[in-house]
T-cell receptor, first 118, second 113 residues
Framework: GAVVSQHPSRVICKSGTSVKIECRSLDFQATTMFWYRQFPKQSLMLMATSNEGSKATYEQGVEKDKFLINHASLTLSTLTVTSAHPEDSSFYIC??????????????FGDGTRLSIL | GENVEQHPSTLSVQEGDSAVIKCTYSDSASNYFPWYKQELGKGPQLIIDIRSNVGEKKDQRIAVTLNKTAKHFSLHITETQPEDSAVYFCAASSVSNDYKLSFGAGTTVTVRA
Protein backbone atom coordinates (compact mmCIF):
# COMPACT_ATOMS: atom_id res chain seq x y z
CA GLY A 1 0.00 0.00 0.00
CA ALA A 2 0.87 3.66 -0.18
CA VAL A 3 3.49 4.65 2.37
CA VAL A 4 4.34 8.11 3.63
CA SER A 5 7.50 8.53 5.65
CA GLN A 6 7.87 11.48 8.03
CA HIS A 7 11.09 12.43 9.82
CA PRO A 8 12.06 13.09 12.49
CA SER A 9 9.51 11.38 14.71
CA ARG A 10 10.47 13.47 17.71
CA VAL A 11 12.32 16.73 18.23
CA ILE A 12 13.21 18.45 21.47
CA CYS A 13 14.98 21.77 21.13
CA LYS A 14 15.51 25.16 22.68
CA SER A 15 13.34 28.18 22.06
CA GLY A 16 14.49 30.16 19.04
CA THR A 17 15.66 27.12 17.08
CA SER A 18 14.35 26.39 13.58
CA VAL A 19 13.19 22.84 12.96
CA LYS A 20 12.76 21.10 9.61
CA ILE A 21 10.38 18.18 9.15
CA GLU A 22 10.45 16.00 6.04
CA CYS A 23 7.56 14.18 4.43
CA ARG A 24 8.19 11.63 1.69
CA SER A 25 5.84 9.51 -0.37
CA LEU A 26 7.79 6.28 -0.79
CA ASP A 27 5.93 4.36 -3.46
CA PHE A 28 3.81 6.93 -5.24
CA GLN A 29 4.09 10.43 -6.59
CA ALA A 30 2.18 13.23 -4.95
CA THR A 31 1.63 16.60 -6.53
CA THR A 32 -0.15 17.69 -3.40
CA MET A 33 0.81 17.16 0.21
CA PHE A 34 -0.76 18.57 3.33
CA TRP A 35 0.51 19.64 6.73
CA TYR A 36 -1.63 19.26 9.81
CA ARG A 37 -1.29 20.06 13.47
CA GLN A 38 -2.96 17.97 16.13
CA PHE A 39 -3.47 18.93 19.76
CA PRO A 40 -3.98 16.24 22.42
CA LYS A 41 -7.32 14.46 22.15
CA GLN A 42 -8.37 16.63 19.23
CA SER A 43 -8.91 16.23 15.54
CA LEU A 44 -6.49 17.21 12.80
CA MET A 45 -6.21 20.89 11.95
CA LEU A 46 -5.08 21.67 8.41
CA MET A 47 -2.27 24.19 8.34
CA ALA A 48 -1.35 24.36 4.68
CA THR A 49 -1.47 22.68 1.30
CA SER A 50 1.88 21.98 -0.31
CA ASN A 51 1.93 22.01 -4.11
CA GLU A 52 4.87 20.62 -6.07
CA GLY A 53 6.65 23.36 -7.95
CA SER A 54 4.55 26.20 -6.63
CA LYS A 55 3.89 28.13 -3.45
CA ALA A 56 2.04 26.56 -0.58
CA THR A 57 -1.41 27.78 0.33
CA TYR A 58 -2.01 28.44 3.99
CA GLU A 59 -5.19 28.17 6.02
CA GLN A 60 -6.54 31.23 7.73
CA GLY A 61 -4.60 32.15 10.84
CA VAL A 62 -1.45 30.19 9.94
CA GLU A 63 1.63 32.38 9.59
CA LYS A 64 3.41 31.55 6.35
CA ASP A 65 6.67 33.13 7.55
CA LYS A 66 6.56 31.00 10.66
CA PHE A 67 5.82 27.73 8.92
CA LEU A 68 7.87 27.55 5.72
CA ILE A 69 6.88 24.87 3.25
CA ASN A 70 8.90 23.61 0.31
CA HIS A 71 7.70 20.97 -2.15
CA ALA A 72 10.60 20.59 -4.51
CA SER A 73 9.78 17.17 -5.96
CA LEU A 74 6.85 14.84 -6.47
CA THR A 75 7.86 12.80 -3.44
CA LEU A 76 9.14 15.30 -0.89
CA SER A 77 7.68 18.19 1.06
CA THR A 78 9.34 19.91 4.01
CA LEU A 79 7.93 22.03 6.81
CA THR A 80 10.29 24.35 8.65
CA VAL A 81 9.12 25.84 11.92
CA THR A 82 11.19 29.00 12.16
CA SER A 83 12.33 30.45 15.47
CA ALA A 84 10.20 27.96 17.38
CA HIS A 85 8.72 28.89 20.74
CA PRO A 86 7.01 26.78 23.41
CA GLU A 87 3.58 27.55 21.95
CA ASP A 88 4.69 25.82 18.74
CA SER A 89 5.03 22.54 20.62
CA SER A 90 2.60 20.09 19.05
CA PHE A 91 2.16 16.96 16.96
CA TYR A 92 2.70 17.79 13.27
CA ILE A 93 1.47 15.34 10.66
CA CYS A 94 1.87 15.35 6.90
CA UNK A 95 -0.19 13.60 4.28
CA UNK A 96 0.26 12.97 0.58
CA UNK A 97 -2.53 12.69 -1.91
CA UNK A 98 -2.22 10.05 -4.62
CA UNK A 99 -2.09 11.24 -8.18
CA UNK A 100 -0.82 14.26 -9.96
CA UNK A 101 -3.83 16.48 -10.12
CA UNK A 102 -6.88 17.68 -8.32
CA UNK A 103 -9.58 15.33 -7.35
CA UNK A 104 -10.75 13.05 -4.65
CA UNK A 105 -7.79 10.73 -4.44
CA UNK A 106 -6.88 9.01 -1.18
CA UNK A 107 -4.65 10.82 1.26
CA UNK A 108 -2.05 8.85 3.18
CA PHE A 109 -0.51 10.10 6.38
CA GLY A 110 2.93 9.98 7.90
CA ASP A 111 3.42 8.95 11.51
CA GLY A 112 3.81 12.50 12.73
CA THR A 113 6.51 14.54 14.43
CA ARG A 114 6.28 15.34 18.11
CA LEU A 115 7.83 18.78 18.51
CA SER A 116 8.73 19.97 22.01
CA ILE A 117 10.20 23.43 22.46
CA LEU A 118 11.84 24.10 25.80
CA GLY B 1 -17.58 25.43 4.31
CA GLU B 2 -18.00 21.77 5.10
CA ASN B 3 -18.93 20.78 8.67
CA VAL B 4 -18.54 17.14 9.69
CA GLU B 5 -20.04 15.93 12.95
CA GLN B 6 -19.08 12.57 14.43
CA HIS B 7 -20.78 10.51 17.13
CA PRO B 8 -20.21 9.06 19.62
CA SER B 9 -17.03 10.63 20.98
CA THR B 10 -16.23 7.45 22.94
CA LEU B 11 -17.36 3.89 22.41
CA SER B 12 -16.65 0.84 24.55
CA VAL B 13 -17.57 -2.60 23.23
CA GLN B 14 -17.05 -6.16 24.30
CA GLU B 15 -14.68 -8.16 22.16
CA GLY B 16 -16.62 -9.89 19.43
CA ASP B 17 -19.42 -7.32 19.39
CA SER B 18 -19.97 -4.75 16.64
CA ALA B 19 -19.07 -1.07 16.73
CA VAL B 20 -20.83 1.65 14.77
CA ILE B 21 -19.67 5.23 14.32
CA LYS B 22 -21.84 7.81 12.59
CA CYS B 23 -20.96 11.04 10.79
CA THR B 24 -23.02 13.75 9.18
CA TYR B 25 -21.86 16.36 6.70
CA SER B 26 -23.26 19.68 5.59
CA ASP B 27 -21.99 20.24 2.04
CA SER B 28 -24.19 18.42 -0.46
CA ALA B 29 -21.33 18.64 -2.99
CA SER B 30 -19.13 16.35 -0.88
CA ASN B 31 -18.49 13.15 -2.76
CA TYR B 32 -15.59 11.37 -1.07
CA PHE B 33 -15.69 9.97 2.46
CA PRO B 34 -12.64 8.26 3.97
CA TRP B 35 -12.26 6.74 7.41
CA TYR B 36 -9.01 6.79 9.33
CA LYS B 37 -7.76 4.84 12.34
CA GLN B 38 -5.20 6.53 14.57
CA GLU B 39 -3.27 4.63 17.18
CA LEU B 40 -1.54 6.39 20.04
CA GLY B 41 1.49 8.36 18.90
CA LYS B 42 1.00 7.53 15.23
CA GLY B 43 -0.47 9.14 12.18
CA PRO B 44 -3.95 8.30 10.86
CA GLN B 45 -4.19 5.20 8.70
CA LEU B 46 -6.72 5.02 5.88
CA ILE B 47 -8.89 1.98 6.54
CA ILE B 48 -11.73 2.38 4.07
CA ASP B 49 -13.28 5.03 1.86
CA ILE B 50 -16.45 5.45 -0.14
CA ARG B 51 -17.47 7.67 -3.02
CA SER B 52 -20.88 9.15 -3.53
CA ASN B 53 -21.76 6.88 -6.44
CA VAL B 54 -22.12 3.86 -4.13
CA GLY B 55 -24.14 3.30 -1.00
CA GLU B 56 -22.06 0.66 0.74
CA LYS B 57 -18.56 -0.76 0.70
CA LYS B 58 -17.12 -3.65 2.66
CA ASP B 59 -13.61 -4.85 3.40
CA GLN B 60 -13.48 -7.93 5.62
CA ARG B 61 -14.74 -6.85 9.08
CA ILE B 62 -15.11 -3.20 8.12
CA ALA B 63 -17.97 -1.66 6.17
CA VAL B 64 -19.08 1.86 5.38
CA THR B 65 -22.55 3.00 4.39
CA LEU B 66 -23.51 6.30 2.80
CA ASN B 67 -26.90 8.01 2.67
CA LYS B 68 -26.53 11.00 0.36
CA THR B 69 -30.08 12.18 0.87
CA ALA B 70 -29.67 12.40 4.61
CA LYS B 71 -26.02 13.42 4.30
CA HIS B 72 -24.68 10.87 6.70
CA PHE B 73 -22.27 7.96 6.56
CA SER B 74 -21.33 5.29 9.04
CA LEU B 75 -18.48 2.94 9.84
CA HIS B 76 -19.32 -0.57 10.95
CA ILE B 77 -16.76 -2.87 12.56
CA THR B 78 -17.90 -6.43 13.16
CA GLU B 79 -16.36 -9.09 15.42
CA THR B 80 -14.27 -6.47 17.19
CA GLN B 81 -10.84 -7.40 18.50
CA PRO B 82 -8.59 -5.66 21.05
CA GLU B 83 -6.38 -4.39 18.22
CA ASP B 84 -9.36 -2.42 16.92
CA SER B 85 -8.97 -0.10 19.93
CA ALA B 86 -7.95 3.31 18.56
CA VAL B 87 -9.31 6.72 17.62
CA TYR B 88 -11.35 6.72 14.42
CA PHE B 89 -11.90 9.81 12.27
CA CYS B 90 -14.38 10.29 9.49
CA ALA B 91 -13.79 12.91 6.80
CA ALA B 92 -15.45 14.41 3.77
CA SER B 93 -14.18 16.31 0.77
CA SER B 94 -15.61 18.12 -2.22
CA VAL B 95 -14.61 20.33 -5.08
CA SER B 96 -16.04 23.32 -3.23
CA ASN B 97 -13.22 22.96 -0.67
CA ASP B 98 -10.50 22.16 -3.23
CA TYR B 99 -10.78 18.49 -2.23
CA LYS B 100 -9.27 19.17 1.20
CA LEU B 101 -10.44 16.80 3.91
CA SER B 102 -12.81 18.07 6.59
CA PHE B 103 -12.50 15.82 9.63
CA GLY B 104 -14.91 14.81 12.33
CA ALA B 105 -13.88 15.21 15.96
CA GLY B 106 -12.96 11.54 16.34
CA THR B 107 -14.28 8.52 18.22
CA THR B 108 -12.19 6.72 20.81
CA VAL B 109 -13.03 3.03 20.53
CA THR B 110 -12.11 0.66 23.34
CA VAL B 111 -12.57 -3.07 22.84
CA ARG B 112 -12.80 -4.91 26.17
CA ALA B 113 -11.28 -8.36 26.21
Amino acid sequence: GAVVSQHPSRVICKSGTSVKIECRSLDFQATTMFWYRQFPKQSLMLMATSNEGSKATYEQGVEKDKFLINHASLTLSTLTVTSAHPEDSSFYICSAREGQGMGNQPQHFGDGTRLSIL
Amino acid sequence: GENVEQHPSTLSVQEGDSAVIKCTYSDSASNYFPWYKQELGKGPQLIIDIRSNVGEKKDQRIAVTLNKTAKHFSLHITETQPEDSAVYFCAASSVSNDYKLSFGAGTTVTVRA
